[in-house]
């Protein structure tokens, strides 16, 4: 793939003008902790914070899975995106104006073809407000509105609008501004025919719900028939900008009340959203369906931890609700459901009780994850018949193995046992039978992630020679003046790990021509992520006691040279096992002599000082 050409000077601009800290704070609650700042990993799944970024050096790295570098790597990672767009988005941010024909022809043209769908769907919904709004063809969804109870600044803020009863009304109208049915297709706003020779519009005779992303930018719809037509409800397809199981409905206008508020509502449906906000409860979202995604929880976990669920209460709701929750305690959310009475969703409720109502009794009541699913375990079976007793209690023993509080474990189980009367110890025997088996399969899990995310994993040999190169590295970067004591006990090609030995060589050059060596800028001008990311990494290793760099500085010299050595010795040992058979013996003296020597030169690096 094609590498960008924006000049060095302009990405360097650009990078200096942004605050890392600021860019991240857009998708992680991060919290300072000494120098640095610290949050929820948002690449992987983790209960304790292991994602520090650094203001001071303007660079991030996470402990746990390994992801690190600068502010465009970062974005790159959390977008999904190529250097070229995350440059152009950091760009925008900044305030700073790319010069025109600045990427490589392969980033030329995705990033075209992702900001023409951006203004096409822009278009569409611009469209489909404005027939909502200004046309005789928008009345029906306009009555249907009014009888909803929604008034029209909150349509207008939720930017709703009505595709009319047509097969071709806003294909005619996107061909009149040269906009073609291969870019309306590409954007899920046509159909092509069943004879595949012509197009025809995807939403007709809807109510259009338009769906943006965090940014608030509009990538894809939904639509409410207006009739008896099937299906109810139809969902732009996934397209290049559009991927419902990344999206939240109204999130983009929901963030700042779920920080505000402490927790995040999720909702099944559009009009329970735009209900709720309607009402002012705005700290509501909505899934667009039955199937949150493990994605969409991770959003929900990165803007606070705590997140009410109130799905209808129909049987679709309730088996869409225990799935849901098991996503989120996946994503580490504090769960609570929020259950509605039979025949109700939350627009219907807030409507018919008020958002007081909703608040106090719905909300207010909102039971903890373990206790909802006790409470719907219970409701599979007579508790008064042994053999669904004993059933109850083998499905409750799932859910209490999981609780990892052993004081919350206590108290579920306790109350569980007076509940049924038990006696005997039968329970809590079982229970710990079920826990070690979720610790094994837990550790088992564990170990299995360390080693593939992280570069060293346990139970491997480590050549205690590249741990003192990686040591190194680390302590020249905590503090650079430590590469005047390093001046000329060392050089780059004295490394075995050659990514250590070239990085140690730059920092010396620098070092040696008088250049101020500005740490966070050497980690940033790396345009290899994998190189950026070790570089992060290494500089938020734990800092030494600058009265101790020094000894340290020396014990890593020494095991470098005592490993060299060693690999030196090996290597002659293996010639004289390959000529011994050939009777060559001045050759052989001659290896041995050499042997001899690097075996005395390795004692003076053990036991004194020294260096050939």
Known sequence: MMTALI?????????????????????????????????????????????????????????GCGQGGNVISFLMEIEKTTF???????AEKAGIRLPEKTLSFAGQEQTKEKDILFKVVKLAAAYYEYVLFNSSAGMQALNYLKSRNIKEETARRFKLGFAPDSWEALLKFMKKRDITE???????????????????????????????DR????????????????????????????????????????????????YALVFEGYMDVITAAQAGIKNAVASMGTALSFEQARQLRLLGKDVVISYDPDTAGQVATLRGLKILKKAGCNVKVAELPEGMDPDAYIKNKGPENFKKEIIGASLPLVEYQLKKIKENYN??????????????????????DILERESYTRKIEEELE????????????????????????????????????????????????????????????????????????????SVYG???????????????????????????????????????EEEE?????????????????????????????????????????????SLLQEWQRLRKLEDLFRFGEGRD
């Open 7 to 63: 000049p060095e000077e302009t990405i360097e601009e650009i990078r200096r003008s942004l605050n890392i800290v600021n860019v991240v704070s857009e998708y992680v609650v991060l919290k300072r902790t000494g120098r640095n700042y610290v949050g929820l990993c948002p690449f992987h799944q983790e209960k304790t914070p292991s994602f520090m970024v650094s203001h001071e050096k303007q660079i991030y790295h996470c402990f």
């Open 84 to 90: 070229p767009e995350a440059v152009k988005i950091l």
């Open 215 to 262: 940014k608030g930018r509009i990538v894809g719809f939904g639509g409410r028939v207006l009739g008896a037509s099937e299906p109810k409800y139809l969902n732009s397809p996934q397209t290049y900008i559009f991927d419902k199981s990344r999206l939240l409905y109204g999130l983009h206008l929901a963030g700042n009340a779920i920080r505000k508020e402490g």
């Open 383 to 404: 508790l008064q018949k042994a053999q669904d007793k004993a059933s109850f209690l083998r499905d409750s023993l799932e859910v209490l193995s999981e609780i990892e």
């Open 502 to 540: 070239a990085l140690f060589s730059e920092l010396l050059y620098l070092f040696e021509n008088g250049k101020h060596i500005d740490i966070g800028a050497f980690i940033n001008s790396k345009r290899d992520n994998k190189v950026q990311s070790l570089l992060a990494e290494l500089y938020f």
């Open 422 to 497: 038990l006696t005997g110890g039968a329970l809590r025997q079982e229970l710990k039978k079920a826990r070690r088996r979720k610790i094994a399969t837990d550790n088992t899990n564990n170990l299995a992630e360390k080693g593939k995310n992280r570069s060293i994993s346990a139970g491997f040999f480590i050549d205690p020679g590249e741990v003192a190169e990686r040591k190194l590295i680390s302590l020249v970067l905590a503090n650079p003046l430590l590469l005047g004591y390093l001046k000329g006990k060392l050089k780059g090609e004295d490394f075995n790990n």
């Open 545 to 589: 006691e600058e009265e101790l760099q020094k000894k340290i500085v020396e014990d890593c010299i020494k095991k470098i040279f005592i490993t060299n050595i060693g690999n030196k010795k090996k290597n002659i040992e293996a010639q004289m096992q390959e000529i011994e058979s050939k009777k060559e013996n001045q050759e052989i003296n």
């Open 182 to 212: 291969e870019i309306l297709l590409k954007a899920g706003l046509v159909t092509l025919n069943s004879d595949k020779n012509g197009y025809y519009d995807r939403f007709r005779k809807r109510l259009i719900f338009p769906i943006a």
